[in-house]
């Protein structure tokens, strides 16, 4: 596709239950990075991939948190028994091995 | 994780005024800087790159000292369009084969007014 896009654009879930956020990079792009955005806050670093692999994955905020990436494409965020402090909206990004990062439009979750 | 610090803001200015955003950063080792964009509920866009020779697009020029570890950006002749969060963007050194992450400024808002 021409950018980076994500799915869903918005997601509200009960206190308890996991989710699934999906990320389609930028065609060609091999590395592939999750970010996270509170209200009012900056982009806190989650996870980043290179290929199919996440040789960095020190930003994931617990155990509850855990990404995938397969065939060196699409990329899944899986937060399991989600809390309210999940509450945010979780930004994937792309890049072609130089260093400018292409943003997707992000997905909002509300952890009820 | 080392820090980038911004000066929140809001700067609220009238159209056509001189805007100047300031950025530190901690980790004397990183490579490379950058200056992003982030419009109310929309992701980040990269506005430009800053070099240690300073770069200069249209109104926009950025600045590097990397004695003082110090980043800026200046607008000049602010217009409506230009308001929106100005994000200072440091590259963490490349470490295991990795290309290295960005690390994010919590952002600087900037409201211009007619």
């Known amino acids: 596709g021409a950018g980076v896009s994500q799915s869903p654009s918005n997601k509200v879930t009960e206190k308890g239950k996991d989710v699934e956020l999906r990320c389609d990079p930028i065609?060609?792009?091999?590395?592939l990075y999750w970010y996270r955005q509170s209200l009012g806050q900056g982009l806190e670093f989650l996870i980043y991939?290179?290929?199919?692999?996440?040789?960095?994955k020190s930003g994931l905020p617990s155990d509850r948190f855990s990404a995938e990436r397969t065939g060196g494409s699409v990329s899944t965020l899986t937060i399991q028994r989600t809390q309210q402090e999940d509450s945010a909206v979780y930004l994937c990004a792309s890049s072609s091995g130089v260093e400018t990062q292409y943003f997707g439009p992000g997905t909002r979750l509300l952890v009820l | 994780r080392k820090e980038v610090e911004q000066d929140p803001g809001p700067f609220n200015v009238p159209e056509g005024a001189t805007v100047a955003f300031n950025c530190t950063y901690s980790n004397s080792a990183s490579q490379s800087f950058f200056w992003y964009r982030q419009d109310c509920r929309k992701e980040p866009k990269l506005l430009m790159s800053v070099y240690s020779s300073g770069n200069e697009d249209g109104r926009f020029t950025a600045q590097l000292n990397r004695a003082s570890q110090y980043i800026s950006l200046l607008i000049r002749d602010s217009k409506l369009s230009d308001s929106a969060t100005y994000l200072c963007v440091v590259t963490e050194p490349n470490y295991g084969g990795s290309q290295g992450n960005l690390i994010f400024g919590k952002g600087t808002k900037l409201s211009v007014k007619p």
């Open positions: 991939f290179q290929g199919n692999s996440a040789p960095d």
């Open positions: 065609s060609g792009h091999t590395a």
